[in-house]
């Protein structure tokens, strides 16, 4: 039999060897270099500094309030969505009629682009928008100009969007998950006569703990990383800058500080890679208390 | 499994379910509402049911606001990225399936590493590279560095592996060359998993606005998210222009999800479920 050549290998492998190295090693390692110069687009030449751009960032109150905006938004809405999506993937996991209808419907916002849901939650949420009115009837006064125009309400306006939007998304991976649970487990307890609580908490919950982490994780590298909503809704105003957009806002808008907002990006990436792998090691352990 | 519990319990579920649904679907409903709405209708909670009903918002955005080019945009950048992955993914994706070299090990451990990598690191450098590269503010900055992405190699890699290699090796037996096994004996057999490869590849592509924003600054270079959102600066509260351009974003989505539900569903769950 004729062996295929090295070649072969080699070139069809190469699309994806040309798109690392161009598009992903290249600028991974070129944002670590240029994070440690004064680089500025619209000025020539550039110095090496050192680790000046990092000491000034945790010493510039900006970049600060982001990173703690950023905190609030994925400690805020991560728990949320990962309890309700959770109860709606119950909700759908049985046969019943219409059930084909409800799950599209809980996951049609999270296909829909990210522009489009901010922009009608821009509406919803404005000075006598629906979610106003919905606030009033419930007995609340909202913010006189709007949600998203009051420092105290814009980000968790936010974070409640995105949480809706996000819902449908996990639900689908949860359900798949419980479908990934043998039914004879289910059947066997209810031999034994167990409690439908105590099937929950004995075996659904220790099943699902690998999908759980795999959907904290990446709910919380998504997360961590929020800009277009920020930018469509309130352009980081209203205290909602989040990290990614201090880094958008100091690298490629008016002042162009390339190198500084490289640095940025970095302590973002590091932060993120610290979190991951805490989560990791958390919910891998924890399978005694489980 | 029938629920045949209490007819109560029964009962509760519906009511829940219904409560999320109307969550969940309001937004959209409102949005093509207002979409449909005169200008000067006034948006307020009763507009909803008083306003009238009117296409001229849609006629104003393709005649004066060249949304035509945007839609036009985003259907070729979203078709040429789409088709690039098909044959990019499937190619490297056999290539690593099938070929167990040391180098092949080495590339599929990046394929993971990248999977894993935040975008944000690369918003930066990759704006200087295509200023520097002159791909900046032309189609090849939309298209160039997206046409192979690394859910796409690991999808179609899983797939492949599951397919038995005595197809391939019959038809090389048969002095079939690599070219013609690649893609008449092996892709045809793929098509689920491309499939939904494709989905995956059009819908982000469609949706998606950080890089074509920051990667193109004319005009005529927007694609519908980044009409869409650059939109909204000129003028202040437009809302039922903003709706029907939002209108004309969802419904290709729309049709997508509708026709091809269960691919879309495994593409979101795979790689979720056998971690």
């Known amino acids: 039999m004729m062996k295929p050549s090295r070649f072969v290998d080699l070139s069809l492998t190469s699309p994806w060897t040309v798109t690392l190295m161009l598009f992903w090693a290249f600028p991974v390692v070129y944002s670590l270099l240029i994070g440690f110069t004064d680089y500025r687009l619209l000025v020539e030449g550039y110095h090496w500094v050192g680790w000046e751009n990092y000491r000034n960032l945790f010493r510039d109150p900006a970049f600060l309030t982001s990173l703690e905006n950023t905190l609030i938004f994925v400690l805020g809405t991560i728990p949320i969505t990962t309890v309700v999506a959770l109860g709606m993937a119950f909700l759908v996991n049985r046969q019943f009629r219409g059930r084909a209808f409800f799950r599209s419907s809980f996951f049609l916002p999270s296909i829909t682009s990210m522009v489009v849901i901010a922009l009608i939650f821009t509406n919803l949420f404005s000075r006598g928008g629906y979610i106003a009115f919905l606030a009033e009837m419930a007995g609340f006064s909202p913010p006189a100009y709007g949600f998203l125009y009051d420092t105290h309400t814009a980000l968790y306006a936010i974070m409640a969007m995105d949480v809706w939007m996000s819902l449908g998304y996990y639900m689908l991976i949860f359900l798949a998950g419980l479908k990934s649970i043998p039914d004879e487990l289910y059947e066997a307890a209810e031999i034994a006569g167990a409690s439908p609580l105590r099937t929950f908490w004995s075996i659904t919950l220790p099943l699902m703990r690998p999908v759980m982490l795999f959907v904290i994780v990446i709910n919380s590298i998504k997360s961590f990383q929020v800009f277009v909503e920020i930018f469509v809704m309130t352009r980081g105003n209203f205290n909602t800058a989040t990290g990614v957009y201090f880094v958008y806002e100091q690298g490629l808008t008016t002042g162009f500080r390339m190198g500084y907002a490289s640095a940025a990006a970095y302590v973002l990436f590091v932060i993120i890679g610290v979190f991951s792998a805490m989560q990791f090691l958390v919910l891998r352990k924890r399978t005694a208390l489980w | ?275």
């Open chain 2, 1 to 275: 499994m029938v629920d045949r519990r209490h007819p109560l319990i029964a009962a509760g579920r519906y009511i829940s379910l219904t409560a999320i649904a109307v969550v969940m679907l309001f937004p959209l409903a409102w949005m093509s509402r207002v979409a449909f709405m005169l200008p000067m209708d006034g948006l307020s909670v009763t507009s909803l049911t008083t306003a009238g009903w009117t296409l001229q918002n849609f006629r104003d955005l393709f005649t004066q606001a060249n949304l035509g080019w945007a839609l036009f945009n985003s259907i070729l950048v979203g078709g040429i990225v789409t088709i690039g992955n098909i044959l990019f993914c499937f190619m490297v994706a056999y290539g690593l399936a099938r070929y167990h070299t040391i180098t092949n090990k080495v590339l599929f451990a990046t394929v993971l590493v990248v999977l894993m990598i935040p975008m944000h690191i690369i918003t930066i450098p990759l704006y200087l590279l295509c200023l520097k590269a002159g791909l900046y503010d032309t189609y090849w900055a939309l298209i160039l560095p997206w046409l192979v992405n690394p859910i796409g190699i690991f999808l179609v890699k899983q797939y492949i592996e599951s397919i038995p290699p005595s197809m391939e090796e019959a038809a090389r037996v048969d002095g079939a060359g690599e070219l013609t096994i690649l893609f008449r004996v092996v892709m045809p057999l793929c098509k689920p998993a491309l499939a939904v490869l494709a989905i995956q590849v059009f819908f982000t592509n469609w949706n998606s606005f950080l890089f074509p924003f920051i990667l193109t600054s004319r005009e005529s270079l927007r694609t519908l998210p980044v009409a869409l959102a650059l939109y909204q600066g000129h003028q202040a509260v437009d809302w039922p222009h903003l709706m029907a351009g939002s209108t004309v974003a969802v419904v290709p989505i729309l049709i997508v999800f509708l026709f091809m539900q269960r691919q879309i569903v495994s593409g979101i769950t795979a790689g979720a479920v056998k971690q």
